[in-house]
Structures are given as C-alpha cells and as structure tokens.
C-alpha cells in the first residue's frame, strides 16, 4: 500500500526549527541555483515537494549512527536526513567543487558542523576503509549499479537506500530489495524507495 509522505509528516513529530531551518536551505540553494545552477529546481514549491518532503521519506528507514549519501548533488537527502535526526552523523560525497561548495556554505548556515561534513570525490576512491550504518544514492545511476557503489561502505546490518520512480519497482524486486511506496501527496508522481539490508 503506498504512503501518502505529506499526510505523514503532518503527523509526525519533527525536530523543533526543521521548517525554519528549510526555509533557510531552500533559500540559499535558490540563490546559488542561479549562479551554479547546482539542480534543475527554480521554484520554492517544487523545491520543497522534490528535495524536502523527498528525503523525509527516508527517515523511517535510516539506522543510525552515520549516514553517507553518495553523489550528494546539492545535499539532497543527506542535509535534510541531519536536521530531521538529531544524533544522525552525516557525510556528503560528492565529486563536483560547486555542489561541494554549496555543502560547506549549508552545513555553516545551519550549524550543522559537529556532525556533518562534505567531501570532494567520487565513491570507489573517497573514504576508502570507512563504514556507514546508512548509506543513500539519489539519481547516481541504476538500481545494480548503486547497490555496487554503496556495498564497499556499507557496515554489517545495515542499510541501502535507494529513492526511485515508481517505475523501478519490479527491477528492485528482482534483486530482492525491499520495495516501499509513497506519494507527496495528491496529484504527484508514485515513487519508491528501494532498500537493501546488509
């Protein structure tokens, strides 16, 4: 049965400031959007529904304690997955030094320096040795080729997350991944998260 996110978050206790602190996010992404073009979102309303409500949906499925979001883009899950759990640490790979700028003006903003950090490069050359209980692809590349880039860091017991099109559920099914369905809401898009357990 597919979630309905927007109705869930409505009811679901979030971090006191987790909006404030949104909308100050969203601000500076738009802002440096149109110098760096960092995502394809120019719109405040589009930016909430794809990037905000979007990595929310993770939040049932993170184990804790640190998280690593492989080809972060501008942040997305990663930054909104740290202020929605408080005691999550939160490492952002990312190979592009404008995204990696961005990360570094976002984490300042929001004072999310203690447990967040940004690094330059790509999975399968960064962190080599390091384990996350968590680690998220969003957009990378496909379903196989994600589980490949994550299993390397991926601690014992712990957990792929994989955001997708609804259209990728029968693939995810395929390699025995964990399918969940959600909306944001009436009138969007079905999409999924396909979640592996290691």
Not at 25 to 46: E, I, K, Q, Y
Not at 137 to 145: K, S
Request: proline content about 7%.
């Amino acid at each position: 049965m597919q979630r309905d996110l927007a109705l869930e978050i409505a009811q679901r206790e979030l971090p006191e400031g987790i909006f404030a602190a949104w909308e100050r996010l969203s601000a500076d992404l738009l802002r440096w959007n149109r110098a760096h073009n960092l995502t394809g979102h120019h719109d405040p309303a589009a930016a909430y529904l794809d990037l905000f409500l979007d990595s929310l949906a993770l939040v049932p499925h993170v184990q804790g304690p640190a998280l690593l979001d492989i080809g972060s883009g501008a942040g997305f899950p990663g930054l909104v997955l740290a202020l929605a759990l408080p005691e999550l640490r939160v490492t952002l790979l990312e190979p592009r030094a404008k995204r990696v700028s961005f990360h570094k003006q976002a984490i300042r903003s929001l004072e999310l320096g203690d447990r967040v950090q940004t690094v330059m490069g790509r999975a399968g050359e960064a962190l080599e040795g390091e384990q996350f209980s968590t680690v998220t692809l969003r957009a990378v590349t496909d379903i196989p080729g994600s589980l490949e880039l994550a299993q390397p860091y991926l601690a014992p017991g712990g957990a792929v997350l994989l955001p997708r099109g609804a259209k990728d559920a029968d693939q995810a099914r395929s390699l025995s991944l964990s399918v969940e369905p959600y909306s944001l809401g009436p009138g969007t898009t079905p999409r999924i998260i396909a979640i592996y357990r290691g």
